[in-house]
């Protein structure tokens, strides 16, 4: 009688339909530690950030350059009148100050860039140093046509500001002309912050009064003048800069092999090798919104970032945004050597208890912490095949325990394979990895569609 009464409850227990069940339970439970492991990926990440941060925090930052430009000091002088009933009308004068900034007629930027890689740990930062030369005119007659009758300016006192991202990274300067005259620099900007742009490496942070500034000769305004400035700099990951000129000519080389070059403008010109890269851009003032002169009344940033552009120096393999990307495709993988234990399960028509598939399942999941620590130490390529290597053979070992024999046990060692070549595939082809995501999972669901439309789900046989 008891027999009978929990037979139906056995049957169901012994077959397939249970299985499968069960199965979509244990990768369910696997996607705890796969969630644990992204966290990991990402922590590790910040710490490499954080570890780049230090570094770039004692040799310079990124390297963000505007200028040069002229800032003239200006009284704006207006007749203020009030009417009240006791004293009926009243005159008073209003003197508004303000700094009128001047653009470059034609500026050319030419920077040479060696560069070399810092570490600390096991984390690293590429880091370069150079030369940056600005040359040019500047032709402030537009400038003066733009004033109005009750604007002065006081040409004795102005001023040449450069605004950089870091004082720290400016070294020296070689040499500095204006027109027959030297210049001396002095640090900062004066307040003049051409751009409000926030470090990479320090999201929560952006630019300060960083740079340098000299004064003048009594200034001409309806004559054009040329200036030189040559200057020792360092920094490190990327160079950003603002077309301030009317005309703007930039040429940046470097012996980086892996540019990417980023920002409102692309390079007109550019030549990439194994011993580095150069590049050049041609910008008129048709192609940004950045004014030939302006009357600045405030303290206020000028706001021009989005027409900043530069190149990054771009590391072809990044450790972390790889494992990243891997983790995330650590489901579809996941559910393969599952498939293939159950398909060979009902082929050799031995049962294997849940507990050899929850192994099996926690290996595959160790693939990726061993993926982490190894690709920390060593090349990528290499860490992922060591790893795919040793999961491999550790799961077609385990298989020939729970199956009769070698003919059938080996095609766990095939498919684990396959399914690692074609994740390494999804994470070296970026603008592919949908399609041959998409496509490989198709085929392996017609693939198991094939095999199993013969079998009995309510039966064990």
Same mark, same amino acid.
């Given at each position: 009688?008891?027999?009978?009464?929990?037979?139906?409850?056995?049957?169901?227990?012994?077959?397939?339909? *249970?299985?499968?069940?069960?199965? /979509?339970?244990?990768?369910?439970?696997?996607?705890?530690?796969?969630?644990?492991?992204?966290?990991?990926?990402?922590?590790?990440?910040?710490? +490499?950030?954080?570890?780049?941060?230090?570094?770039?925090?004692?040799?310079?930052?990124?390297?963000?350059?505007?200028?040069?430009?002229?800032?003239?000091?200006?009284?704006?002088?207006?007749?203020?009148?009030?009417?009240?009933?006791?004293?009926?009308?009243?005159?008073?004068?209003?003197?508004?100050?303000?700094?009128?900034?001047?653009?470059?007629?034609?500026?050319?930027?030419?920077?040479?860039?060696?560069?070399?890689?810092?570490?600390?740990?096991?984390?690293?930062?590429?880091? &370069?140093?150079?030369?940056?030369?600005?040359?040019?005119?500047?032709?402030?007659?537009?400038?003066?046509?733009?004033?109005?009758?009750?604007?002065?300016? @006081?040409?004795?006192?102005?001023?040449?500001?450069?605004? *950089?991202?870091?004082?720290?990274?400016?070294?020296?300067?070689? +040499? !500095?002309?204006?027109?027959?005259?030297?210049?001396?620099?002095?640090?900062?900007?004066?307040?003049?912050?051409?751009?409000?742009?926030?470090?990479?490496?320090?999201? !929560?942070?952006?630019?300060?009064?960083?740079?340098? %500034?000299?004064?003048?000769?009594?200034?001409?305004?309806?004559?054009?003048?040329?200036?030189?400035?040559?200057?020792?700099?360092?920094?490190?990951?990327?160079?950003?800069?603002?077309?301030?000129?009317?005309?703007? %000519?930039?040429?940046?080389?470097?012996?980086? @092999? !892996?540019?990417?070059?980023?920002?409102?403008?692309?390079?007109?010109?550019?030549?990439?090798?194994?011993?580095?890269?150069?590049?050049?851009?041609?910008?008129?003032?048709?192609?940004?919104?950045?004014?030939?002169?302006?009357?600045?009344?405030?303290?206020?940033?000028?706001?021009?970032?989005?027409?900043?552009?530069? /190149?990054?120096?771009?590391?072809?393999?990044?450790?972390?945004?790889?494992?990243?990307?891997?983790?995330?495709?650590?489901?579809?993988?996941?559910?393969?050597? &599952?498939?293939?234990?159950?398909?060979?399960?009902?082929?050799?028509?031995?049962?294997? %208890?849940?507990?050899?598939?929850?192994? @099996?399942?926690?290996?595959?999941?160790?693939?990726?912490?061993?993926?982490?620590?190894?690709?920390?130490?060593?090349?990528?390529?290499? +860490?992922?095949?060591?790893? +795919?290597?040793?999961?491999?053979?550790?799961?077609?070992?385990?298989?020939?325990?729970?199956?009769? !024999?070698?003919?059938?046990?080996?095609?766990?060692?095939?498919?684990?394979?396959? @399914?690692?070549?074609?994740?390494?595939?999804?994470?070296?082809?970026?603008?592919?990895?949908?399609?041959?995501?998409?496509?490989?999972? *198709?085929?392996?669901?017609?693939?198991?569609?094939?095999?199993?439309?013969?079998?009995?789900?309510?039966?064990?046989?």
């Amino acid at each position: 009688m008891d027999n009978d009464k929990h037979s139906p409850m056995k049957r169901f227990t012994r077959g397939y339909t *249970f299985k499968v069940l069960m199965l /979509v339970l244990l990768v369910l439970l696997l996607l705890i530690p796969l969630n644990m492991i992204r966290e990991l990926v990402d922590e590790r990440g910040r710490t +490499a950030a954080s570890a780049e941060a230090d570094i770039m925090e004692a040799w310079g930052k990124e390297l963000i350059q505007a200028g040069p430009v002229i800032t003239i000091p200006g009284i704006k002088t207006e007749e203020l009148v009030t009417r009240t009933e006791k004293d009926g009308e009243k005159a008073e004068i209003v003197k508004t100050p303000f700094t009128l900034v001047v653009s470059p007629k034609t500026l050319n930027i030419e920077a040479v860039f060696k560069t070399e890689v810092r570490r600390r740990g096991i984390f690293s930062v590429p880091l &370069f140093y150079g030369s940056l030369t600005l040359s040019g005119s500047f032709d402030p007659s537009v400038a003066a046509a733009g004033l109005l009758p009750q604007e002065t300016i @006081s040409t004795g006192q102005a001023e040449l500001v450069i605004a *950089f991202s870091s004082q720290k990274g400016l070294r020296k300067i070689n +040499a !500095s002309s204006w027109g027959n005259d030297g210049l001396f620099f002095q640090p900062g900007n004066r307040g003049h912050n051409l751009f409000n742009y926030r470090y990479q490496t320090y999201s !929560s942070q952006k630019t300060g009064s960083s740079g340098i %500034h000299a004064a003048l000769p009594p200034l001409k305004m309806d004559g054009e003048t040329n200036f030189n400035i040559s200057i020792e700099i360092q920094g490190g990951q990327l160079i950003r800069v603002l077309p301030v000129a009317q005309d703007t %000519h930039v040429t940046i080389v470097s012996d980086w @092999s !892996s540019p990417s070059f980023q920002g409102a403008f692309l390079p007109t010109g550019s030549r990439i090798g194994d011993d580095g890269f150069s590049a050049s851009w041609d910008i008129g003032y048709l192609s940004r919104d950045i004014p030939f002169f302006l009357k600045k009344y405030d303290t206020n940033d000028y706001g021009y970032d989005e027409s900043l552009f530069g /190149v990054d120096f771009f590391r072809s393999v990044d450790t972390y945004s790889l494992n990243t990307r891997a983790v995330k495709y650590a489901v579809l993988f996941l559910i393969v050597p &599952f498939l293939t234990l159950f398909l060979l399960e009902i082929f050799t028509k031995k049962r294997i %208890h849940p507990v050899p598939y929850l192994l @099996s399942g926690i290996g595959n999941v160790v693939f990726y912490l061993l993926l982490l620590s190894l690709s920390e130490q060593i090349p990528f390529y290499a +860490a992922y095949l060591t790893a +795919a290597l040793a999961v491999t053979i550790l799961l077609t070992l385990y298989s020939r325990s729970l199956l009769p !024999s070698w003919s059938r046990s080996w095609y766990m060692g095939l498919v684990v394979t396959l @399914s690692y070549i074609l994740l390494y595939a999804v994470l070296n082809a970026e603008s592919y990895a949908l399609l041959i995501g998409s496509a490989g999972t *198709f085929l392996v669901i017609a693939l198991v569609m094939f095999l199993t439309r013969r079998l009995e789900w309510y039966g064990q046989e």
